[in-house]
């Protein structure tokens, strides 16, 4: 069993900062890969960044030289921060591991960026 919990949401104004944190419980978090995806409203969810348990990283066109995903193993956390914010971020974002062939998700949490 893993468990999720997304903070650091908020409004910010475009242009401007977030970091988003994903504190995960289980005692194998340093093995699995950790994704942040997103939702708009009406829209399908998208898959915006990934860390595998080695380290590397990758990102969803959208967000390129703008987010950047980390973790710390030590902590059992893992961190999106967003710089340069457009309105079009404005979304939930969730935290998402794969453990068990089990899908696992945080409940979310709202960042809305204003122009």
């Known amino acids: 069993q893993v468990q999720l919990v997304e903070s650091g949401g908020g409004l910010v104004q475009a242009g401007g900062s977030l970091r988003l944190s994903c504190a995960a419980s289980?005692?194998?978090?340093?093995?699995?890969?950790m994704n942040w995806l997103r939702q708009a409203p009406g829209k399908q969810r998208e898959w915006v960044a990934t860390?595998?348990?080695?380290?590397?990283?990758n990102y969803a066109d959208s967000v390129k030289g703008r987010f950047t995903i980390s973790r710390d193993n030590a902590k059992n956390l893992v961190y999106l921060q967003m710089n340069s914010l457009k309105p079009e971020d404005t979304a939930s974002y969730y935290c998402?591991?794969?453990?068990?062939?089990?899908?696992?998700w945080g409940q979310g949490t709202q960042v809305t960026v204003t122009s």
């Open positions: 998402h591991t794969y453990q068990g062939l089990q899908n696992y």
């Open positions: 289980g005692s194998r978090f340093s093995t699995n890969a």
């Open positions: 860390i595998t348990s080695g380290g590397t990283v």
